[in-house]
């Protein structure tokens, strides 16, 4: 795949600020798309801690916040595929972003081909594992599609938890991934089993005791996260909705807290066998959502899920911060569509305070966020989307 040369944006006004990088927070500062989604080639400098991409629905904002993504956890937020993610009719696709924290310029890039392993690499040099990249440029994402936190299965909460808890332990990042690979080597082996008609007791045993020590810990982890976090999205919560008679909370279900992992594994054998699929264990975890403890899908209102995603999503970024010392890119992706004009004073009301690092927000409507942003007094940098092309002012207040 041809790979482009470095080359910045010519803004058309570069006196308005001198940034000054603070060492506990993330910055992007240049951004680099070739055959990325809608992009063909894109070349950007970002020279604000607070970034507007604005342009009608489907001109591409939520894509360059999805690069951001990509290049940050090595994965996109909205399509689990890589392949898919390349422009129709092309080869690959090869992502580029120059990170600075504190005096150190770092930069990332991200190649996907058709034909090929995925590459992520850090100043040229190749990661053998992307686990050893999380962490180290975090980011939060705030997305319309959050609601299937709420309104979905257990697989999303997990996902949301799982996600938080890998940018900040690597040691429980490591046994997901071996959790999950013993998994499925389980499942491979109760499919056989089931085939042949007869159980090796001796044999799954074997394959019980790594699925053991991870799922143990694993849970162990959760159980006490989910602790600290429920406390933080409480608080959130009651800011946001500004009323004391309304309880967020945050709660923990595992089979592992009614037995221990072994004995549920020995129990499940023959159910095991006959659905051949492990039917135990932190894979089936939840994280039940609740207002005045009653399930929110059940009894919120849209305005209250809607507190509480936010809730969930500032509780997320401020553990992040605390655990890493360092304050992640929080990215905004259409959210002014979605929330009313309270909620959203409330949240931009901790941008205007300093609350976060860089922040990036997509809108459809270049109005409303300069207005948003003007009565708040936040000053940033638009980038209006057009055909493919991008022009960029300075929004001062």
Not at 359 to 370: G, K, V
Request: net charge positive; with cysteine.
């Amino acid at each position: 795949m041809r790979k482009y040369a470095s080359g910045r944006q010519s803004p058309n006004d570069r006196s308005h600020l001198q940034l000054n990088f603070i060492p506990d927070r993330v910055f992007l500062n240049t951004l680099r798309l070739f055959n990325f989604k809608n992009h063909a080639e894109v070349n950007l400098t970002f020279d604000a801690p607070i970034i507007c991409l604005v342009g009608r629905n489907g001109s591409g904002k939520t894509n360059v916040l999805d690069a951001i993504h990509y290049l940050s956890l090595s994965k996109s937020a909205f399509n689990p595929s890589d392949t898919q993610n390349i422009k129709h009719h092309e080869a690959g696709f090869f992502l580029r972003g120059g990170f600075i924290i504190g005096n150190k310029s770092t930069q990332v890039e991200c190649v996907v081909q058709t034909v090929g392993k995925k590459v992520l690499r850090e100043d040229g040099q190749d990661y053998t594992r992307f686990s050893e990249h999380l962490g180290k440029y975090p980011v939060v994402l705030i997305a319309p599609q959050d609601i299937e936190l709420i309104w979905d299965g257990a697989e999303p909460r997990r996902k949301f938890i799982d996600a938080i808890l890998s940018q900040m332990d690597r040691s429980y990042l490591e046994h997901l991934i071996t959790y999950t690979h013993q998994l499925k080597q389980r499942n491979s082996l109760l499919k056989n089993f089931s085939d042949r008609g007869q159980v090796d007791l001796n044999l799954l045993e074997s394959y019980n005791v790594r699925l053991i020590e991870s799922g143990d810990y694993i849970f162990r982890v959760r159980q006490k996260f989910c602790h600290e976090f429920a406390a933080r999205v409480k608080q959130h919560y009651s800011h946001l909705a500004q009323t004391t008679e309304e309880q967020a909370d945050i709660h923990y279900k595992s089979n592992l807290a009614e037995s221990n992992f072994l004995q549920l594994l020995k129990n499940s054998v023959q159910r095991d066998v006959a659905l051949q699929r492990t039917t135990t264990g932190v894979h089936r975890d939840d994280f039940v959502f609740t207002l005045n403890d009653h399930e929110i899908r059940r009894v919120g209102s849209q305005g209250q899920q809607k507190s509480f995603l936010i809730a969930l999503k500032l509780a997320e970024f401020e553990v992040i911060s605390n655990k890493l010392n360092l304050k992640p890119i929080l990215l905004l992706d259409d959210i002014f569509d979605k929330l009313d004009d309270w909620r959203i004073n409330r949240l931009i009301s901790l941008v205007a305070a300093g609350t976060f690092g860089q922040l990036f927000i997509t809108d459809a409507r270049p109005d409303r966020t300069q207005t948003i942003l003007t009565e708040a007094g936040i000053q940033a940098r638009i980038f209006t989307i057009e055909n493919g092309t991008f022009t960029s002012t300075w929004l001062r207040t």
